[in-house]
């Protein structure tokens, strides 16, 4: 789950939270994180964004067609369009969260 606002993320298995990344980036102004329902449809732990000047993106985890992931990089710091994770929730999410995994953005 997303919580947009309140620029912070969780993961949780049957309805039980059990870890939390108390600060996320998620979209700027003009490029802004979707909201909605979607599904985890690949992964690419050493993914690099041709769109964006070859900025690497590890531990990227696509839920949208469009380009959109939670992946590595600074929270502090507003994405254009996807979920900027800190080091220890990127980890945590490459390594908890699967393909076709429901992914809630609010």
């Not at 979707?34 to 690949?42: A, E, H, S």
């Not at 710091?77 to 969260?97: E, F, T």
């Amino acid at each position: 789950c997303v919580d947009v606002d309140g620029r912070r993320s969780w993961l949780q298995n049957n309805g039980e939270m059990y870890y939390t990344a108390d600060l996320v980036g998620p979209g700027r102004p003009g490029q802004e994180t979707p909201r909605g329902t979607f599904y985890v449809n690949r992964k690419v732990k050493d993914e690099i964004s041709y769109e964006f000047n070859n900025a690497p993106m590890p531990y990227s985890i696509y839920f949208t067609n469009n380009g959109h992931a939670f992946h590595l990089d600074d929270p502090a710091v507003d994405s254009n369009g996807c979920v900027h994770l800190p080091p220890d929730a990127a980890k945590r999410y490459w390594d908890n969260v699967q393909v076709g995994d429901k992914v809630f953005i609010y």
